[in-house]
């Protein structure tokens, strides 16, 4: 059993920057990818930021340019750094992790984008 606890989130103006912490309960190398999806009401979940175990990372098309995930594998976290944030930014955000063949989930953060 894998858990993630997920921090960071809150409220901030247009232009801001937050960035989300993801902590987990084994050893990131233990992990096939890690990711950052996010919800906003009405919505369905989607996919804002992935990282293999390898490294190699991919975003939503909305997000590039303005988000940043990483991990630090001696910490066992994962981050997203957002800057830029825009109003269309704000949903709960969910860390996620996948050990083959099953997948985590953290329970969430809320991020607002508001001015």
């Known amino acids: 059993q894998v858990q993630l606890v997920e921090s960071g989130g809150g409220l901030v103006q247009p232009g801001g920057s937050l960035r989300l912490s993801c902590a987990a309960s084994?050893?990131?190398?233990?992990?096939?990818?890690m990711g950052w999806y996010r919800q906003a009401p009405g919505k369905q979940r989607e996919l804002v930021a992935g990282?293999?175990?390898?490294?190699?990372?991919n975003y939503a098309e909305s997000v590039k340019g303005r988000f940043t995930i990483s991990r630090d594998n001696a910490e066992n976290t994962l981050y997203l750094q957002m800057n830029s944030l825009k109003p269309e930014d704000t949903a709960v955000y969910y860390c996620?992790?996948?050990?083959?063949?099953?997948?985590?989930w953290g329970q969430g953060t809320q991020v607002t984008v508001s001015s």
């Open positions: 990282i293999t175990s390898g490294g190699t990372t």
């Open positions: 996620t992790v996948v050990r083959s063949p099953h997948g985590y």
């Open positions: 084994g050893s990131l190398f233990s992990f096939n990818a």
